[in-house]
């Protein structure tokens, strides 16, 4: 009858046994192993103490074996066809990018008011921006309208750690305002610096105490704080400047950072300034209703308004929300087109899950957009956000924008 064969080392490795026979009185002479599967003792003869199986059974089990060995080859074959596209895909789209940042290197970089708003490059920034090219690329999309320098970041940074060492100390009544904001103000910024750097991306060693990314972070945060005092620090921040210190030398993310947090929408989030943050949510709201009349009906069913999630999508700029490489992709074009695309992000993610959200209630879907699935991928989610019309009764986003400050 047919068995398995394994040899004596793979059994002893696999079982941590040695393969010694048994007594030959107890034993078949073809039968030189312990059965080491469920599969081997289908094929088994039965111990001579019971009865052997009839020719039906035996025929059986055969088939059965035939089967689960056709069925496991399938399974092979099917797993490395699979393993093989992954492979080609990866080795397509690294390809893509190696050719691509030839092209941001020596061909866009060197001409950059030129070329950054020609229809070749607008559309290869929309592929993703090879991670090579990506810091310079935001700066150079950012810029730096308040024209902070190196040396800048340098002082502010010393007057950060000035803080720091005073904390311990007592304060002179001199000290009881400095630039309009108390230094209680001040310092409760900086300890909840401290606290939220641990909360920033936390799979990531990096930016945990201890890691190599935790000092630069504390001081581009600390930094911030003491260059706006008016602003200070809030929740959400220090994810924003993670994304830039991944990406850039640590005074170019200081100064991107500055600069990007000084654009309007962000201003108008992290000043918590209700009137511009009304006039954002309404007007997300009319793309929102244009684009997906059926979801923005059931949410209107529920009184689910956009600041119960898009508020966090805002502030982190979705690096919390997103798979850090994904959020990196809606950043290469958020700083191509600006905010408008941080909210036709947002309707490219419910226009995603629009049949999910479709069947649950307001308690699921205030969860179920706090924490996206981990699975969401960056082919799928372009894929929405480029059908998404960012155009209403023939007005774009800055037009709707403008007639809802009218209203406010």
Same mark, same amino acid.
């Given at each position: ?21 048994? &007594? ?90 030129? =070329? ?14 090879? &991670? ?33 060492? @005073? ?44 890691? &190599? ?87 209107? @069913? ?80 372009? @894929? ?5 019309? =960012? ?9 709707? @924008? ?7």
């Amino acid at each position: 009858r047919p068995i398995l064969a394994v040899g004596s080392n793979e059994y002893e490795a696999r079982t941590g046994r040695t393969c010694k026979p048994p &007594p030959q009185s107890t034993r078949r002479k073809n039968f030189e192993f312990e059965p080491l599967s469920t599969t081997a003792l289908i094929l088994e003869d039965r111990p001579s103490n019971l009865p052997a199986k009839s020719t039906e059974e035996a025929l059986r089990h055969r088939q059965e074996y035939d089967e689960m060995v056709a069925e496991a080859k399938k399974r092979e074959i099917k797993e490395a066809h699979k393993r093989k596209r992954i492979m080609k895909e990866r080795f397509k789209q690294e390809e893509n990018i190696a050719s691509a940042m030839v092209i941001w290197i020596n061909e866009i970089l060197p001409n950059w008011e030129g =070329m950054r708003t020609t229809r070749r490059v607008r559309e290869l920034w929309w592929q993703g921006l090879p &991670p090579s090219v990506r810091g310079k690329v935001w700066s150079l999309a950012i810029g730096n309208e308040l024209n902070i320098t190196h040396e800048l970041y340098e002082i502010f940074l010393s007057r950060a750690k000035e803080r720091w060492r @005073s904390f311990s100390e007592p304060h002179s009544e001199n000290d009881i305002e400095d630039a309009g904001v108390s230094v209680a103000d001040r310092e409760a910024s900086l300890e909840l610096i401290k606290l939220d750097i641990s909360r920033t991306f936390p799979s990531f060693y990096i930016f945990q105490k201890g890691g &190599p990314y935790h000092d630069l972070l504390h001081s581009v945060l600390g930094a911030y704080t003491c260059y706006r005092p008016d602003v200070g620090y809030v929740q959400g921040m220090s994810f924003i400047a993670a994304v830039l210190i991944l990406n850039l030398e640590e005074a170019d993310a200081f100064i991107a950072f500055a600069n990007l947090l000084n654009k309007p929408c962000q201003l108008a989030f992290f000043r918590v300034d209700h009137s511009m943050m009304l006039k954002y949510f309404a007007t997300f709201e009319v793309f929102f209703e244009e684009n997906l009349p059926k979801l923005f009906l059931h949410f209107k @069913s529920y009184s689910l308004t956009p600041d119960i999630y898009l508020i966090d999508w805002i502030f982190t700029l979705y690096s919390k929300s997103l798979p850090l490489d994904l959020a990196c992709r809606v950043w290469d074009v958020f700083c191509r087109d600006g905010e408008e695309f941080l909210f036709r992000t947002g309707l490219g993610i419910l226009r995603l899950y629009e049949d999910v959200l479709l069947q649950m209630d307001f308690i699921h879907i205030a969860q179920f957009l706090t924490k996206l699935p981990e699975d969401i991928t960056s082919e799928k989610l372009f @894929s929405c956000i480029a059908a998404i019309q =960012m155009q209403n009764s023939n007005k774009k986003w800055a037009q709707v @924008s403008e007639n809802n400050v009218v209203k406010c």
